[in-house]
């Protein structure tokens, strides 16, 4: 009879024990998406001012006797068009002088290498001759150079506004030919850019421009001249754009605001704001799940990119990542989830 009683003790306790034990937790519900992969060209903002292309002054390289004049005040010219040519007799005298004691130096420097092979020629004449070969290559370089640039070409399309030198007249290195002014149609939106912005752009990239005056009227343009060296007053690099034909009635002076379109490309997933758990200088962090059953794994992602409702994050693992974009409560590694919108 005792044993029956210790049994009957014993199931009772057993029983006692199930009823108290705690209820297991029920796992948060999420929702998650496999975020929208985007690469596009890389953008940087900037504001300036609308001004007429500057009229610059032509000339010669090299001084000489003004030949040939072939352009005359107020003419339009095309970019590269001749404009003037000095006398290049002399010129030309002195490239043929410069490349026959070119080639007579080769051939003095072979003559003297073939006499050194067979003990004839000393070393030091051997050397005297590959010297006087260099001189002579100078010489040619320098005479090539001072023909070429015996003439002056027009830099881009536009008008001849002054003339300020005459056929037969001796000019001087330097000294001013014509003043010259692009076409009178062509606008110039002048920007200051940074360091770092100045070395991810390129002449020929396209550029948006938006006039404060022309609300709603973004100017298709595009970058026409890079500097090369910074504006100390302004203490940044100041870039020429040019803006293309448009109805607008521009007056010099107006500002504005740029939108540059560089060549290079940034590739990012657009994450919902609310599925970022932090942020810090650039970098952020996101849950997303892995495994079976479902389990909450936080991963560090870097910010790309601020958008209207989404922020651009990148990572490796996104690719094919199933993030978190909707939590009731708070989470942590490793934590068991339930998906609810799992296909």
């Known amino acids: 009879m005792a044993w029956i009683l210790a049994a009957a003790t014993i199931f009772t306790i057993g029983c006692g024990d199930q009823q108290n034990s705690p209820p297991q937790a029920t796992p948060p519900k999420v929702k998650v998406k496999q975020l929208e992969r985007v690469t596009e060209r890389n953008s940087f903002k900037t504001a300036g001012t609308v001004t007429t292309q500057q009229q610059v002054k032509l000339s010669f390289k090299k001084g000489g006797i003004i030949k040939t004049i072939l352009t005359a005040e107020g003419r339009s010219v095309k970019q590269g068009e001749l404009l003037a040519q000095l006398n290049l007799a002399e010129h030309e005298s002195k490239l043929i002088q410069a490349q026959t004691a070119h080639d007579k130096s080769i051939r003095d420097q072979e003559r003297i290498e073939n006499l050194h092979k067979d003990s004839v020629a000393t070393l030091e004449q051997l050397q005297d001759a590959r010297s006087n070969l260099d001189v002579h290559k100078s010489n040619l370089r320098i005479a090539q150079f001072n023909l070429e640039y015996a003439s002056i070409k027009a830099p881009r399309a536009g008008k001849i506004v002054k003339q300020l030198a005459e056929e037969g007249e001796l000019i001087g290195q330097g000294m001013p030919v014509f003043i010259f002014s692009s076409s009178g149609e062509n606008w110039v939106f002048k920007a200051g850019i940074s360091e770092s912005q100045l070395a991810q752009i390129s002449i020929g990239d396209s550029v948006s421009v938006s006039m404060n005056v022309f609300p709603g009227n973004p100017i298709p343009a595009h970058v026409m001249l890079t500097p090369q060296s910074i504006d100390p007053q302004a203490s940044s690099y100041e870039i020429e754009i040019e803006l293309a034909h448009n109805n607008l009635k521009m007056v010099s ?91």
Do not use: C, W
């Open 253 to 343: 002076g107006y500002t504005g605001k740029a939108e540059v379109f560089t060549m290079s490309r940034t590739t990012y997933f657009k994450l919902p704001p609310k599925a970022l758990i932090e942020s810090t200088d650039g970098t952020g962090a996101v849950y997303h799940v892995k495994g079976e059953p479902p389990l909450a794994k936080r991963e560090d992602v870097k910010i790309v990119k601020i958008g209207k409702d989404f922020i651009g994050v990148s990572a490796e693992f996104l690719e094919v990542a199933q993030v978190i974009v909707e939590r009731q409560v708070q989470l942590k590694t490793g934590q068991q989830v339930e998906v609810l919108n799992q296909k």
